[in-house]
DNA sequence: ATCAATCCCTATCAATTTACTATGGTATAT
DNA sequence: ATATACCATAGTAAATTGATAGGGATTGAT
């Protein structure tokens, strides 16, 4: 049970547009500077997030990534269910179990699910930035 | 953010070998018909946890696997985290950390390895069993 | 003491997933 | 007009996972 690198430097990356909140938009260049990563990678993890409606573009020059709400109402669960997809530890966690012998582990992920989720909903952005 | 089979299938295994707690040692091939696994998959499983202390083995005819605790004193944490790494989210729960520029997103990873392990180290064995 | 049943160890391998690269196109603000 | 930016699709090497296989070594029951 790891997290992949897709989480993990989305969610940086959601920082870095955290930090600049407010000043226009920033352009992937930018943030692929700042990050350390490859532009095209990049832009693979912020086209998701754009799909999942957390950052907005604005194409043409001087154009970029910005976040479609302030940094404290942006919670580090939605960044990840976005890049972890729907943070699912076990494929039946919506649907039909496998469960046919033995004891219901079923409930144990969960449960468990129900913990990752309250845990990282519980963090915004604006708190990220402000403990840096 | 995956659970893995040896996590899943492991639980399962010590479950089975929960219900049949003071009954003497359960073989291999039992637990392998009861789990629906191979004898020799299931095997590797049961060594790593042989290896961590929760299961004993008694060789011999009439051999096989048993608890080295009662269920309620088993916790679904200590089991997963003999088979999922430590449930180390990312490399540097223990270690030093990567982050040089941005944010820090280090204590979002550790509130959330505290929060898995808190959430697995409620449930015992014994829970899990009587839910069944 | 023997022997059959069991646990123990190491290596191997295919399938899957992950992480990342590459190419080229399309829209837009200056 | 054009440079700058975003958008979309493929492809690929490395790592991980999930499982199989074979052959010991040890022990308890007879």
Redesign the interface.
């Known amino acids: ?4 690198s897709k ?2 430097y989305g ?2 990356a959601m ?2 547009l ?2 600049h909140y407010g000043e226009g938009a920033l352009s992937l260049p930018q943030i692929a500077a ?3 990563l490859s532009e095209k990678y990049l832009e693979q993890l912020l086209t998701a997030l754009r799909k999942d409606g957390l950052v907005k573009a604005s194409r043409g020059a001087s154009g970029g990534y910005y976040l479609t709400a302030p940094p404290d109402e942006i919670t ?1 669960g939605s960044v ?1 269910r976005c890049l ?2 729907g ?4 494929d039946c966690i919506d649907g039909e179990c496998c469960n ?6 079923r ?3 969960e ?2 699910y129900r ?2 989720n ?3 909903d519980g ?1 915004t952005l604006a708190k ?2 402000e ?2």
């Not at 049970?1 to 992949?4: P, R, T, V």
């Open positions: 049970m790891k997290l992949s989480g993990r969610l940086k920082c870095e955290a930090t700042s990050t350390g580090v990840l972890e997809n943070l699912k530890i076990v046919a012998a033995g004891c219901s582990t409930g144990v992920w449960k468990l913990a990752i309250e845990c990282l963090m990220l930035t403990e840096q």
